[in-house]
């Protein structure tokens, strides 16, 4: 399984950002497509996840994921963006069966290069 994470970049606060996680290889449909983050001196952090089952989920309310089934891709759609949003931004992948927290870290298996998002004030 690849990911590819991409449409990081410099934005100004308050500015939205979309930033797309195309995925390939492995069976999209069995996999749990993760969004993380980790800012400077930072841990990684859990964003969001998405299962082959939801399309939209809402995270940390102005963080929303939208998978599409269809193109295997699961895109972060990021609002009002604050300096403290600034990080690497990173998709990741595992096996959608299991009952472990969608936020456990250890649990994925795929990850992308990541993508950096700077916001700057």
């Known amino acids: 399984v690849q990911l590819q994470a991409s449409g990081g970049g410099l934005v100004q606060a308050g500015d939205s950002l979309r930033v797309p996680c195309v995925v390939s290889?492995?069976?999209?449909?069995?996999?749990?497509i993760g969004w993380f983050r980790q800012a400077p001196g930072q841990e990684r952090e859990f964003v969001g996840a998405?299962?082959?089952?939801y399309n939209q989920r809402a995270m940390k309310g102005r963080l929303t994921i939208f998978r599409d089934n269809a193109k295997n891709t699961v895109d972060l759609q990021m609002t009002s963006l604050k300096p403290e949003d600034t990080a690497v931004y990173y998709c990741?992948?595992?096996?959608?069966?299991?009952?472990?927290?969608?936020?456990?870290?250890?649990?994925?298996?795929?990850w992308g290069q990541g993508t950096l998002v700077t916001v700057s004030s």
């Open positions: 990741a992948a595992r096996s959608s069966s299991g009952a472990a927290l969608y936020s456990d870290i250890s649990t994925y298996k795929y």
């Open positions: 290889g492995g069976t999209f449909r069995n996999l749990l």
């Open positions: 998405a299962s082959w089952g």
